[in-house]
């Protein structure tokens, strides 16, 4: 008998056990994770950027946990010795369309208390000399490093201080009764008095296996990225960002440095038609199911057409994701990028067809469940799992 399980061991799972430790180390806490290993899905495919906050509207969880976030994954790296590098990255505008929604963004990283610093084109080349813009936003506090070796660490801290953790243990069934969770699994059944959902691309079904329905579904984009050859890693010196389209729920393709050097291009962001799928002919017939019966994907289809058709596009046609490249670096030619390891973002949607903007967290009976974390919840990632513990009945779920 466990006091909590926690199903996902991506790096939000994790952190949900590792400030459950924190606070409550006396705690019986199994941790689940289908896969045979830690971090295989959103968290060690995304691009390792620890995200200042500066997007997000000011008082959501997104704007508070992400700049929370910044500084406490920083400050675990240093005291855990994990490689990481906060070398602040640069928001471009390359058209004179693009100078007010700067400005807009300039004023929202003031209300979220993110230290921003306007740039001239020559200001920008001292930084950046290969990029073409008219301006910028310079961000200090933006950073980057490998989530999975984040994540690995935090399993081992975990483990360390007394949780069982439990791979290749995929959750079948879920019922909550009046004082306890029966959890059926592939490998066994768990008994505890709380469930925690972390899963991500399966959170909506997690959900419906806990009994609690809603209209909220996850639609599946997969990330496609480019990498950039050896001889032209010299073209971008840090992290190189358009201003983003408002009007789109994605930031646009952007240029990152790595923490081992590379430098990744992209994302293209497309519908996937499998949830975990990673290649281009990627399908599944339950998941292909689950968005196209879906009224809520036709009504943000509807409504994004002209954007998603580009994003298909260009997904299909590598001279075209180049040019988009060439708008912040002209230099980049297509010989220049090769294909890199894609990822899938678990996007939640409601009915009506609107994107839920903010994390998303339902609570259920003996249970609570995370159904909207894609970015920046890596970066948020040591805050959200500090938030779900506050949002445990821990009186009621641990006897200690």
């Given at each position: 008998m466990y006091d909590i399980v926690i199903v996902g061991g991506g790096i939000v799972g994790l952190s949900t056990a590792y400030a459950l430790m924190e606070k409550h180390p006396n705690v019986r806490l199994a941790v689940m994770e289908k896969e045979k290993e830690w971090a295989t899905h959103q968290t060690g495919r995304n691009s390792g950027v620890i995200h200042s906050g500066i997007y997000y509207k000011p008082g959501s969880l997104k704007a508070r946990m992400a700049k929370e976030g910044a500084a406490s994954m920083v400050e675990f790296c240093r005291q855990h010795d994990i490689k990481h590098d906060?070398?602040?990255?640069?928001?471009?505008?390359?058209?004179?369309?693009?100078?007010?929604?700067?400005?807009?963004?300039?004023?929202?990283?003031?209300?979220?208390?993110?230290?921003?610093?306007?740039?001239?084109?020559?200001?920008?080349?001292?930084?950046?000399?290969?990029?073409?813009?008219?301006?910028?936003?310079?961000?200090?506090a933006t950073g980057i490093v490998d989530y999975k070796v984040v994540t690995e660490k935090l399993a081992s801290l975990v483990?360390?201080?007394?949780?069982d953790l439990f791979l290749n243990t995929e959750v079948m069934e879920i019922e909550e009764m009046n004082n306890k969770v029966h959890v059926e699994t592939n490998q066994q059944t768990f008994t505890a008095r709380f469930l925690v959902n972390c899963t991500g691309l399966q959170s909506d079904r997690m959900l419906k296996r806990a009994g609690i329905h809603t209209d909220l579904r996850i639609v599946p984009f997969r990330g496609e990225y480019f990498t950039l050859t050896e001889e032209k890693k010299h073209l971008v010196k840090g992290l190189i960002y358009p201003v983003p389209n408002p009007d789109f729920p994605f930031l646009g393709v952007h240029l990152t440095r790595m923490i081992d050097g590379s430098v990744h291009a992209g994302p293209n962001a497309v519908l996937s038609l499998k949830r975990e799928g990673y290649n281009k002919t990627s399908f599944d017939m339950k998941d292909a199911f689950d968005v196209l019966s879906y009224p809520g994907f036709w009504r943000m289809a509807s409504g994004n057409m002209q954007e998603g058709m580009k994003e298909m596009f260009r997904s299909f046609h590598k001279k075209t994701f180049v040019k988009s490249l060439?708008?912040?670096v002209p230099d980049i030619q297509e010989q220049d990028v090769i294909p890199a390891k894609p990822g899938v973002r678990a996007q939640a949607m409601l009915a009506d067809g609107q994107l839920v903007d903010d994390f998303y967290i339902i609570p259920g009976k003996h249970s609570i469940?995370?159904?909207?974390?894609?970015?920046?919840?890596?970066?948020?990632?040591?805050?959200?799992?500090?938030?779900?513990?506050?949002r445990i009945p821990i009186e009621e779920a641990v006897l200690v």
């Open positions: 906060v070398c602040g990255k640069v928001l471009v505008a390359t058209e004179e369309e693009e100078l007010p929604r700067m400005e807009a963004l300039f004023k929202r990283a003031n209300e979220n208390q993110i230290e921003a610093t306007k740039l001239s084109k020559e200001e920008l080349l001292e930084i950046e000399p290969h990029v073409n813009g008219l301006g910028a936003l310079k961000v200090n483990a360390e201080a007394g949780a060439q708008r912040l469940h995370i159904c909207n974390a894609p970015s920046p919840a890596a970066t948020a990632s040591l805050e959200i799992g500090k938030e779900i513990v506050k």
